[in-house]
């Protein structure tokens, strides 16, 4: 079993800037990939970011590229999301996900293959 923790959400107005964590415990000396969703109310569960194990390969959603930047250190079995330029759309609980199956160097992008998901941060940004 891996357990997922998010922190970092919070309130922000609009332009400003959050960086959410990912700590990643127990089972983790598998190499996985790791995630970044996220759900408004009333939308559906929408893919923002992920990042290889090694290599530092990512991919964004283009409603996030350019402003949110997806990070990690395997040492501290952490991810990272850095979200700057914020606007008010990005109003969401944003969630961290593993997948455990991914392998050194590649990224996931569909939320089917995650194995394991965080309980979530709620992020809110002010216009």
């Known amino acids: 079993q891996v357990q997922l923790v998010e922190s970092g959400g919070g309130l922000v107005q609009a332009g400003g800037s959050l960086n959410l964590s990912c700590a990643a415990s127990?089972?983790?000396?598998?190499?996985?990939?790791m995630g970044w969703f996220r759900q408004a109310p009333g939308k559906e569960h929408e893919f923002v970011a992920t990042?290889?194990?090694?290599?530092?390969?990512?991919y964004y959603a283009d409603s996030v590229k350019g402003r949110f930047t997806i990070s990690r250190d395997n040492a501290k079995n952490t991810a990272y999301l850095q979200m700057d330029s914020l606007k008010p759309e990005d109003t969401a609980v944003y969630y961290c996900a593993a997948d455990m199956n991914s392998g050194s160097y590649s990224y996931t992008v569909e939320a089917g293959k995650y194995d394991y998901w965080g309980q979530g941060t709620q992020v809110t940004v002010s216009s």
């Open positions: 990042i290889s194990w090694i290599g530092g390969r990512t």
């Open positions: 127990g089972r983790t000396s598998s190499k996985y990939a």
